[in-house]
C-alpha cells in the first residue's frame, strides 16, 4: 500500500534558522508528492508539489526535491519566519486509479522570533 | 469567492443526533473528497466523488453517508452520532487529471464536529 512518513514534531526554531522536515513515501506506481500546510484554526493549503523524478516544487522560499531513488520528498526552507509557524503534512497521490492524498502525520513548526 | 465552501464551521451536538454537513466548490472540478483529521492532526479519507458517483469508501462505519446531487456538491450525512466521530471534517476537490499535472486538491476551512 501506499505510506508517508514524516518526522516528528514539535520542531522549535529562532527565526532567520535554516528548517528541514524530512518524508519519505512508499507507493505502488508512481506518484505526486505534495507539502500541504495548516496555520492555526484553518484549512490545508498547498504549498508546493512535485510530479516526477528530480522535480524540484518551490514556494515562499519552501523547497522539496522528488528524489525517486531515496523516495524522499524533504521541505527546506533557508530562514524560517515567526509567521511559518503552522502544521507541515507530506503527502502523495496517484495519478491514475485511487486518487485520494495519503498524508503523513504532520509535523508542528513552532518558529521565536 | 471562496472555491471550496463547507458548512457549518462549528458543530456541537449531542451523542444520537444524525447530522449533515454541507460542501460546495465553484472551480469547476469533477471529483472531491472527505477527509477526516483526529484529534492529534492525522488526516485520512473517507469518501471520494467523481461526475456524482462514488469512488472511494473507505472502512468507514456505514453511519456515515455521503451524497452528492451534482458535481459541484458533496454532502457528509452522519447518523447517530457517538463519541468517537468528534474531528474535523475537510472538504476537497481536484480537477480532472487530463487536465493538470499531479492531483492538487483544494481544502475547505474544515467542519469542527464535537459529540457531547
Known amino acids: 500500500g501506499n505510506s508517508v512518513t514524516q518526522m516528528e514534531g514539535p520542531v522549535t526554531l529562532s527565526e532567520e534558522a535554516f528548517l528541514t522536515i524530512n518524508c519519505t513515501y512508499t507507493a505502488t506506481g508512481y506518484p505526486s508528492l505534495f507539502w500541504y500546510v495548516q496555520y492555526p484554526g484553518e484549512g490545508l493549503q498547498l504549498l508546493l508539489k512535485a510530479t516526477k523524478a528530480d522535480d524540484k516544487g518551490s514556494n515562499k522560499g519552501f523547497e522539496a526535491t522528488y528524489r525517486k531513488e531515496t523516495t524522499s520528498f524533504h521541505l527546506e526552507k533557508g530562514s524560517v519566519q515567526v509567521s511559518d509557524s503552522a502544521v507541515y503534512f507530506c503527502?502523495?497521490?496517484?495519478?491514475?486509479?485511487?486518487?485520494?492524498?495519503?498524508f503523513g502525520s504532520g509535523t508542528r513548526l513552532q518558529v521565536q522570533p | 469567492d471562496t472555491a471550496v465552501s463547507q458548512t457549518p464551521k462549528y458543530l456541537v451536538t449531542q451523542m444520537g443526533n444524525d447530522k449533515s454537513i454541507k460542501c460546495e466548490q465553484n472551480?469547476?472540478?469533477?471529483?472531491m473528497y472527505w477527509y477526516k483529521q483526529d484529534s492529534k492532526k492525522f488526516l485520512k479519507i473517507m469518501f471520494s466523488?467523481?461526475?456524482?458517483?462514488?469512488?472511494i469508501n473507505e472502512t468507514v462505519p456505514n453511519r456515515f453517508s455521503p451524497k452528492s446531487p451534482d458535481k459541484a456538491h458533496l454532502n457528509l450525512h452522519i447518523n447517530s452520532l457517538e463519541l468517537g466521530d468528534s474531528a474535523v471534517y475537510f472538504c476537497a476537490s481536484s480537477p480532472d487529471p487530463g487536465l493538470v499535472m499531479g492531483n492538487e486538491q483544494f481544502f475547505g476551512p474544515g467542519t469542527r464536529l464535537t459529540v457531547l
Open positions: 503527502a502523495l497521490s496517484l495519478s491514475t486509479g485511487r486518487r485520494a492524498l495519503t
Open positions: 466523488y467523481n461526475n456524482k458517483e462514488l469512488i
Open positions: 472551480l469547476g472540478h469533477d471529483t
